[in-house]
């Protein structure tokens, strides 16, 4: 499957985008989903992640009870709904998808399809 990215942007704090991730190739909803962040000079971190066989999702301390991860399968794709945003949300968001579900949602290389990352900019 290849995943496309959007909807990035700069956006002041206390704001809101929502990140698309739009699968090609395969049904989306066949895989699990993830979003990680790589800010600079830091490491990639996830953020979010949603099974493939319930939907159940899952979610980073940082950004628990601001950002939302959903699925609409019939657009073929999962989305991050971000609220009340910080500068310290400032990354590269990446969306990555699992052929399986996993206990490991949380680990890079649980994930073998990555999309190509999407801007995020917050400003105080």
């Known amino acids: 499957v290849q995943l496309q990215a959007s909807g990035g942007g700069l956006v002041q704090a206390g704001g809101s985008l929502r990140l698309s991730c739009t699968a090609s190739g395969r049904t989306f909803g066949s895989y699990a989903a993830g979003w990680f962040r790589q800010a600079p000079g830091k490491e990639r971190e996830f953020v979010a992640a949603i099974r493939r066989s319930t939907d159940s999702t899952y979610y980073a301390d940082s950004v628990k009870g601001r950002f939302t991860i959903s699925r609409n399968n019939a657009k073929n794709t999962v989305y991050l709904q971000m609220n009340s945003l910080k500068p310290e949300d400032t990354a590269v968001y990446y969306c990555?998808?699992?052929?399986?579900?996993?206990?490991?949602?949380?680990?890079?290389?649980?994930?073998?399809?990555w999309g190509q990352g999407t801007q995020v900019t917050v400003s105080s």
């Open positions: 990555a998808a699992a052929r399986y579900d996993s206990g490991r949602y949380y680990m890079e290389d649980n994930y073998l399809n």
